[in-house]
């Protein structure tokens, strides 16, 4: 029987945060960042185990309590989140049917319902799929002087969310060449392989905390679910 694994690339330092300690790393709530992301995938009932994948030289895992049993670490990460996820991917072996979940460290709201509902659509899709947001703003493409150029119909265009959802041994293949810059998410490297992945609506609290700005709306977001 396939078994679900959920894949959490942390080896990143989130450059753009502006902290001295990588943002997976800072509180929310009198947590790390990373155990709120971790808490919601280990709580699912339908994943087996939760694999987060850390830098070899990573200097603060080890400071904080990670209770989740489900939890196995693996201290494998690349330069780049396609090569973190090939790496753990490697490191874990897992059958080529088994279902991957990859989903980024920085999203710590990712509700329960928006998982459950991922698994349930994506679980008999010959493919697999990803969480998504339909596009609902008018957007716009700027030039170099920061000046409107074109408005661009939003018609089918949606924001990728994690997690991003397939198969093992399809993964695997898809991130052989995990270093290729077309590859920007687990997604755009199927699709480098001709295939479509299914969309899943998501939902907006399921954001990436990229910006300073961004941890306060998380912890708020955290504190009333809870």
């Not at 929310?28 to 699912?44: D, F, K, M, S, Y």
């Not at 493919?127 to 920061?146: E, F, M, Y």
Request: include cysteine; glycine fraction near 8%; charge should be negative.
């Amino acid at each position: 029987m396939a078994r679900c694994i959920a894949l959490v690339p942390a080896a990143g330092h989130g450059s753009r945060f502006g902290s001295a300690t990588p943002k997976q790393y800072l509180d929310i709530n009198g947590q790390p960042l990373l155990a709120h992301t971790l808490a919601v995938l280990a709580a699912n009932p339908d994943i087996d185990q939760v694999a987060v994948v850390i830098s070899p030289g990573d200097e603060w895992f080890d400071s904080f309590d990670w209770p989740q049993p489900k939890l196995t670490v693996l201290r494998v990460g690349g330069a780049s989140r396609a090569e973190s996820v090939a790496n753990g991917l490697a490191a874990l072996a897992p059958a080529a049917d088994d279902w991957v979940l990859v989903h980024d460290a920085a999203r710590c709201c990712l509700s329960p319902q928006a998982l459950a509902r991922l698994i349930a659509e994506i679980g008999d899709d010959a493919v697999g799929g990803i969480l998504a947001q339909p596009v609902a703003d008018t957007v716009k493409q700027g030039d170099a002087a920061a000046r409107i150029s074109a408005t661009v119909p939003r018609d089918g265009l949606w924001l990728a969310q994690t997690p991003q959802m397939f198969r093992a041994g399809l993964l695997a293949c898809a991130l052989a060449d995990a270093a290729n810059p077309a590859i920007t998410d687990e997604a755009s490297a199927i699709e480098l392989l001709g295939h479509a992945p299914r969309l899943v609506v998501g939902e907006a609290q399921n954001f990436k905390v990229t910006w300073p700005g961004d941890l306060a709306l998380a912890a708020a977001i955290l504190a009333a679910r809870n």
